[in-house]
């Protein structure tokens, strides 16, 4: 079985047609390695539908807790994505991250967690060229959030889908501890990670999360003055990279910001829409409410930017459903894909198997791929609309969500029975 081969130490690994046989003793989470060895990797991410070949880099503006960490989702200049598989992005992003992970997923058994997840990761790809040139065009851009756990790299299925259709996507990594991990820099260049922090025996659930929303949404204005700054030729990139940040000079457009999240992304999204209003269209996935609950009732009517409220059938609770409606009736629309779990609007199905799958919560009635594929066209479909003459190019999807229609609720909808924060003995989100 699975641990068998780990500890045999030879495994099968696949990448569309290609096949190598590695030892154990080849696998590194070197990114320099990794990103000179096509063969690394075993499976990846779904392919950008969009006319543009994505490029990513990561860009660190500020060494300390209070800088930015991103990862830049673009249109390159490339025009083979599979012809140039030696250049896509690593998935994986360090055991560090593994480890705070294991916090939140497994607790009782976080170091098996870990050694599984190693195992299973190292060999994932995002299908984006790493540090390769941006397209020579101006580009609309977009901020996105990521959930409870999460980090800049998992929500790549959503954002390289977004950066194929020509924008620029800068999926922010928080410094708050709800994620998995992130780092700093010390005076001596070297990484200090943070890791997630678990809600302390001494301390209410909402009282750290609305701690920490407040940073989120701090940290997500940050990252759209990061993006005016990156457009000024302003930025000096603290990360060693191959990548010129003068390209983004005069490429970014930043008339229409967006800005969008998931879970407790979702509700930074929304958060910081109200707080910034730069940001002039939004969307959020599967928003949990919970952390801005004694505020809803200000915070929300307040937000007057069209809003697209996307949500999975098997997450959203009435107490969340009845935080949601206190959005402004005449901006937001509610739409929830039937079939679907949380984690359909996340890398996580795409990560691992039947089995895996089921283990993370990630198992949903509706395939996979058709899940991520609706939520993405009800994206940019959504976006498309609003941004009026520039977006006409992207409004492309209106027949394959006509086609697609029975598997969509217009409306408040959902059929979760609890959720964290909402409810006593609930874990998850």
Same mark, same amino acid.
């Given at each position: ?12 690994? /696949? $990448?569309?047609? #290609?096949?190598? @046989? =590695? *030892? &154990?003793? /080849? $696998?590194?989470? #070197?990114?320099? @390695? =990794? *990103? &000179?060895?096509?063969?690394?990797? #075993?499976?990846? @991410? ?10 990513? @880099? ?173 457009n000024e030729g302003q930025v000096k990139n603290e ?19 967006i800005m969008t999240g998931h879970s407790f992304g ?164």
């Amino acid at each position: 079985g699975l641990i068998q081969q780990v500890l045999t130490g030879r495994i099968r690994w /696949t $990448l569309l047609s #290609s096949t190598t @046989t =590695l *030892t &154990s003793a /080849t $696998l590194t989470t #070197s990114a320099a @390695t =990794l *990103t &000179s060895m096509a063969s690394k990797f #075993s499976t990846h @991410t779904p392919i950008p539908q969009g006319p543009h070949v994505v490029g990513c @880099t990561d860009i660190m503006v500020g060494r300390n807790r209070e800088g930015t960490l991103m990862r830049l989702y673009y249109p390159s200049k490339f025009k083979e994505l599979t012809k140039n598989q030696n250049k896509w992005t690593p998935w994986f992003l360090g055991d560090e991250y593994t480890r705070g992970l294991a916090t939140f997923i497994a607790p009782s058994i976080p170091s098996l967690f870990a050694m599984l997840f190693n195992w299973q990761m190292r060999g994932v790809a995002i299908p984006a060229l790493w540090d390769c040139g941006m397209a020579d065009k101006k580009f609309p851009v977009v901020v996105f959030s990521h959930g409870l756990s999460a980090n800049r790299s998992i929500y790549s299925s959503v954002c390289c889908e977004m950066a194929s259709h020509g924008f620029v996507v800068a999926a922010i990594e928080h410094r708050d501890l709800s994620g998995c991990a992130s780092f700093t820099i010390n005076d001596d260049g070297e990484k200090e990670f943070l890791l997630f922090k678990a809600v302390p025996p001494d301390m209410k659930e909402y009282d750290l999360r609305n701690q920490q929303i407040k940073i989120r949404v701090a940290e997500s204005i940050r990252a759209l003055d990061v993006l005016h700054k990156l457009n000024e030729g302003q930025v000096k990139n603290e990360l060693v990279t191959n990548f010129d940040l003068k390209q983004l000079c005069n490429r970014l457009d930043l008339t229409d910001p967006i800005m969008t999240g998931h879970s407790f992304g979702g509700v930074t999204a929304i958060s910081t829409l109200a707080k910034d209003k730069r940001f002039k269209i939004g969307v959020a996935l599967d928003p949990w409410m919970f952390p801005i609950k004694d505020d809803v009732d200000t915070l929300c009517p307040s937000i007057k930017q069209p809003l697209l409220c996307i949500s999975t059938e098997a997450f959203q609770s009435d107490s969340n459903l009845q935080a949601m409606s206190k959005l402004n009736a005449d901006t937001t629309t509610f739409v929830t894909i039937k079939g679907t779990v949380h984690q359909n609007q996340c890398d996580t199905p795409f990560l691992v198997g039947h089995i895996g799958r089921v283990f993370a919560g990630a198992s949903s009635p509706l395939d996979p791929h058709t899940a991520m594929n609706i939520n993405n066209r009800l994206m940019l479909n959504f976006i498309a609309k609003h941004l009026g003459e520039k977006g006409s190019s992207l409004n492309t999807h209106v027949t394959y969500l006509e086609e697609q229609k029975d598997k969509m609720v217009y409306g408040l909808y959902g059929k979760g029975k609890t959720m964290l924060g909402w409810d006593a003995g609930a874990h998850g989100v």
